[in-house]
């Protein structure tokens, strides 16, 4: 029916003298639909970024000017020095958040990903600068239809190469960096819930002076619990329920601003002029130097707007932010200092005393509801970057729920809520003191941007090849600012700012070690593997017999036969009639699209039925449960089979799921063989086995349903990793205690793939690395 419609419409385009303006109108329309959808859709996710986004942005001038004149700022409470200060929080939220991250930042995602992971990803699989690409890992450009893949090297992008490829040690450094700026977002999904909660519960004592403190500590622990409760329903329904919110926060807290302008002091306006930032320096000199880890708190939100990009788009946060978030915290910082500028007594409740009397409470419990709501940003970006540090192994393994079937970013790590609500809770009860946690809070955040700074100078040059000077203007203008701004946070390292310096150490500690750890046991695995020659010619000394069913046994090894199975075959000498070998193999990419995501070759002639399959993850895939998965794996098996049996050939057959050219050259040398480790692969072996190809493989897709039928076991290693004997104090106490101790307590392989425990062999091995 399509099709006579189809047929009959360009007839009856042939024959009118007006088709073409007909088919003009058709086209228009279905452009315009196409329009109407894409917009509606990126404004109900703009929509929903407010509040999970920008809930850190929005909250920030409740504790912005009493953090920044909490030092000896408040000495100086001159008309200048506030409009200095004005004019400061003006330009530093133009130039970073608007500028940098609006303008630049956000164009240098990783497919959608974004955060201080997502840059390196991006180096790593575009500039090859990267330490975790295994060994033995396949060429992962899988995205040949990048653009940025195909412009061409510049001078300075292959000197560049050339530098990170001949000093190892740089490699070193750039990953350690990169685990230093995650370190320190995971320390802000800490740091922000306790400062924007505990900022918020204080200002009732602007009303109710006589209020305990314990009480206003027990409000906000009960407030912080309730948060981290509300995490299991996923972003989706969390932005939904919380835009409302911050909407109305930002409509408030404009609106109190315009008033305050208009009523206390409309030449606050002047204050936008960077001549009062230049008056500012000059008159309180150091003094205003230290205040410049107050002025930081106001750009908090800027890491987790690009961290969060992942569970949005790029145009919907720009939409968010450029129309509705800039000018309603501009209006709120020009507000509030022109009511300190009549009321210089109110420095350190200034946020609620410039709060009209008749609209206090009203304001104060939205202000509340909004600092909630401030902590989902930060929250939503530590579990996005604990997910992508998962599955490029520097994180351990924790339960990863994916709570949005359209937007895959959007995930819960039960383990790591609850953790984080732990810290934020020890942190609010053993301080209770806003000017240390800000101290803290303003170094974790300024240590990030300028992370994210060093990363964009690397992918301006390597991977978006600009020249040096565009580079070096980036890092010029932001760098030196942020350099500023951190100097000034590193004096206070004493007052609270040790706090996220401690727990970012052991934090990137644990990722380094588990990195570290996990490449020892590799490297143990494909240096010890089996070849198929060997294991069979064990077969008459301990009489190896195969029975019914089909074996999945997961190994890390591309290639060979891993330790693990020798070892279990020379003590148990039987395995399955059917054998698929399993490898998972994340690369540095967000997701591998479906026709590239398995890879299936045979291991040995037709009659073993051995088989390896390769299955190709992004770091944002999400993996199928275990029945879902068996069923695409075997019908992955069974499709190169049939192609087999219809007459074409090997190298067709393996593929079938074109990766790269690189990674296709490589499987047709493998086709070529017909199977792995060369036994028997002289040219009248493969000569026979081509002539008898349809035979065979018809004879193996009924082997295949027959072991299908017969059921499926899982086999794989529970291995010990032991440093050697001769091996040093500081590797043997990290791998025999520090990893051994987060292998023993993070969630097992088999629960992490979903294997049935009814159905599982482990073989214990240890392994001496």
Known sequence: MHMLITVSFTNYLKNSSDGFELMKKVIFCFLLIYLQKFYKSTLILAYQSFGVVYGDFSTSPIYVYTSTFSGRLRLHEDDDEILGVLSLVFWTLTLIPLCKYIVFVLGADDNGEGGTFALYSLLCRCA????????????????????????????????????????????????????????????????????????????IKTKAGGLHEDYAI??????????????????????????????????????????????????????????????????????????????VLCITGAEAMFADLGHFSQLSIRIAFTTIIYPSLILAYMGEAAYLSKHKEDLQRSFYRAIPEVVFWPVFIIATLATVVASQAVISATFSII?????????????????????????????????????????????????????????????????????????????????????????????????????????????????????????SSVMYIWHYGTLQKQSFESHNKTSLDMLLSLGPNVGINRVRGIGLIYTNVLSGIPPMFSH??????????????????????????????????????????????????GYKDARKDSHAFETDLIETVRVFLQRESDGGDARDSVSQMPVNQHESNRLRDDASTRYENGSGAGPETRRKRVRFCGVGSSKELEDLENAREAGLAYMMGNTCVL???????????????????????????????????????????????
């Open 387 to 507: 997910s992508q540090c998962r599955a490029l192994n520097c994180f351990p393994r924790v339960k990863i729920i994916h709570t949005s079937n359209q937007v895959h970013g959007q995930i819960y790590i039960p383990e790591v809520n609850w953790m984080l609500m732990v810290f934020c809770l020890l942190v609010v009860i053993g301080f209770r003191d806003t000017d240390m946690i800000a101290n803290a809070y303003g170094l974790t955040v300024i240590i990030v941007m300028f992370v994210t700074t060093c990363l964009m100078f690397l992918v301006i040059v390597m991977v978006w090849k600009r020249n040096l000077l565009a580079a070096f203007i980036f890092v010029s203008v932001f760098g030196s600012l942020e350099l500023l701004y951190l100097s000034s946070c590193l004096a206070k390292v004493a007052k609270g700012g040790w706090i996220p310096l401690i727990f970012s150490l052991v934090v």
């Open 218 to 295: 027990l409000i906000t622990c009960l407030i912080l619990v309730g948060l981290f409760a509300l995490q299991h329903i996923g972003t989706q329904r969390v932005g939904f329920l919380f835009t409302p919110i911050i909407l109305v926060w930002l409509l408030s807290i404009s609106g109190v601003g315009i008033y305050n302008i208009i009523h206390w002091n409309p030449r606050v306006v002047s204050a936008l002029s960077p001549y009062y930032v230049y008056k500012l320096f000059k008159l309180t000199g150091k003094d205003g130097w230290t205040s410049l880890g107050g002025i």
């Open 568 to 617: 279990f075959v020379t003590n148990f000498p039987a395995f399955h009639q059917v054998l698929i070998f399993v490898t998972f193999q994340f690369l540095t990419t967000p997701r591998v699209s479906v026709n590239q995501r398995f890879i299936v070759r045979r291991i040995g002639p037709p009659e073993f039925r051995i088989y390896r399959c390769i299955i190709r993850l």
């Open 723 to 769: 440093a050697r004997e001769t091996s040093s104090f500081v590797k043997k106490f990290v791998i025999n205690i520090v990893y051994g101790f987060l292998r023993r307590n993070c969630r097992s392989p088999s629960t992490a793939l979903g294997i049935p425990h009814t159905s599982l062999i482990e073989v214990g091995m240890a392994y001496r690395v």
């Open 128 to 203: 090859k600068l990267g330490l975790l690409r295994p060994s033995h890992a396949t060429d992962d450009d899988i995205s040949s239809q990048d653009s940025r893949l195909l412009i061409k090297e510049t001078r300075t992008s292959s000197l560049l190469k050339e530098f990170f490829d001949k000093h190892h040690s740089s490699r070193v450094v750039l990953l350690l960096i990169v685990i230093l700026g995650t370190s320190m977002v995971i320390a802000d999904g800490i740091l922000t819930p306790s400062m924007s909660v505990l900022s918020a519960v204080y200002g």
